[in-house]
């Protein structure tokens, strides 16, 4: 039942596929290309906003919060990436040529076609970040989830990226990564560190807090890039 279910939801969003040029080619340009400017970087500028915005009384709490959704982020990609290499290979909708996938315009052949798709490490990512934003701010929260489904987790289905089990893996791991963080003396321990540094090394501390958010509002394409490199030559 839960495979039927499973297909059925992937094959109603990709059914809208090749009905509408602009809706294809709106949803591969923003939120299934490199182009992340609509699909992470809205995510990484809400907790900049809650670590600069609040009260003095509150700003201990939301700030840990902040440090729980990165620290979460990077556990929910490594974890996602273990699970996705060493688990069974589990070939993408799109490259599967029993489900008869359309795909959108502007999608090549090949794409993914070597990456197992179960879990969706870009919806853990977000949704990591998103669990960490949701325990600092409710609304903002809410806000950051529907923003992440519109534009990170539905279109992969729609595209035939990923099954809706996949999508469901990546949240799981996602908020499990950062509710680990946030609630284990290791993430007290982490938020302790963040600011001491912060204290001692301020200019440091934003410079790196930057480079951090750029990575992972790019989904850490630039170190998956290094990493493939890396091995390639080790």
Not at 10 to 31: E, M, P, R, T
Not at 57 to 85: I, T
Request: aromatic share 12%; glycine share 6%; proline share 6%.
């Amino acid at each position: 039942m839960l495979h039927d279910l499973d297909l059925g939801l992937l094959q109603y969003l990709n059914s809208f596929a090749h009905k509408f040029v602009i809706l294809d080619k709106a949803i591969v340009g923003f939120s299934l290309t490199n182009v992340h400017l609509l699909k992470g970087v809205p995510l990484i500028a809400c907790p900049w906003w809650l670590w600069f915005s609040v009260p003095p009384e509150e700003s201990s709490k939301r700030r840990r919060c902040v440090v729980a959704s990165f620290a979460g982020a990077f556990l929910a990609v490594a974890v996602a990436r273990v699970v996705q290499n060493m688990g069974p290979e589990r070939p993408r909708p799109i490259h599967n040529p029993d489900l008869d996938i359309i795909r959108p315009f502007g999608v090549s052949d090949n794409v993914l076609a070597d990456y197992s798709s179960f879990p969706s490490d870009t919806t853990a990512l977000l949704l990591a970040l998103v669990t960490g934003i949701w325990l600092a701010s409710r609304p903002l929260g809410l806000f950051a989830f529907l923003w992440a489904m519109a534009f990170g987790a539905i279109p992969r289905i729609y595209a035939g990226f990923h099954y809706p089990s996949d999508i469901l893996g990546g949240m799981v791991i996602g908020i499990l990564s950062t509710l680990v963080v946030a609630w284990s003396p290791a993430g007290t321990l982490l938020s302790n560190l963040a600011f001491e540094i912060r204290r001692r090394h301020r200019g440091l501390f934003y410079a790196a807090a930057f480079i951090l958010s750029y990575q992972v509002a790019m989904i850490f394409e630039e170190v998956r890039r290094i990493g493939t490199a890396l091995f390639k030559v080790f």
